[in-house]
């Protein structure tokens, strides 16, 4: 009987250290070459489970609730961008980007072309299976995790 039982109490130890099944809280500050990132969205991502994205506020910091435990992919995002998790995806949101940038300046918007280029957030981000960004989600609320890009 302890024998048929033992894989299930082992995966149920697993599964309690890395934090399987369940959700978990991830707050902390998102910085661009050690200033913070006043805008944007951090976006969770893990295959099978429901993605999770939070707001960056104006201070750098963000809170988002009910991510999946476990190791969870992480992207950056830029206010009107999308989270990518794929390549071909990335390189239309790079090309949208790009035509945005080009009809707000042809109108003479200095205002937020000056403003879109301080807070660009580089393309590598905005893409969860490329940023090389993980965390490591337990249930419950996690210790702080700052996000530094470069």
């Known amino acids: 009987m302890l024998r048929r039982c033992m ?3 082992l995966a149920g130890i697993a599964c309690g ?3 399987c099944g369940g959700t978990g809280n991830v707050s902390g ?3 661009l070459q050690e200033s913070p990132v006043t805008s944007g969205n951090v976006f969770f991502y893990q295959q099978g489970a429901n993605s ?3 707001a960056i506020g ?3 910091s963000y809170r988002a609730e ?3 435990t476990g190791t969870v992919k992480v ?3 830029p206010d009107g961008g ?3 998790i794929d390549s071909k995806a990335a390189g239309m949101m790079k090309g949208m980007q790009k035509t945005v940038a080009k009809e707000q300046s042809a109108v003479g918007d200095a205002a937020a072309t000056k403003k879109a280029t301080k807070f660009s957030i580089p393309d590598q981000y905005h893409d969860a299976e490329k940023s090389g960004i993980t965390v490591t989600v337990g249930r419950g609320d996690n210790p702080p995790f700052d996000i530094k890009l470069k």
Do not use: E, M, R, S
């Open 29 to 31: 500050k998102v910085y």
């Open 52 to 54: 999770v994205t939070a």
């Open 17 to 19: 250290a890395v934090g």
């Open 58 to 60: 104006a201070d750098g």
């Open 7 to 9: 894989p299930l109490l």
């Open 66 to 68: 009910n991510v999946p």
């Open 75 to 77: 992207a950056v995002i």
């Open 82 to 84: 999308a989270a990518t």
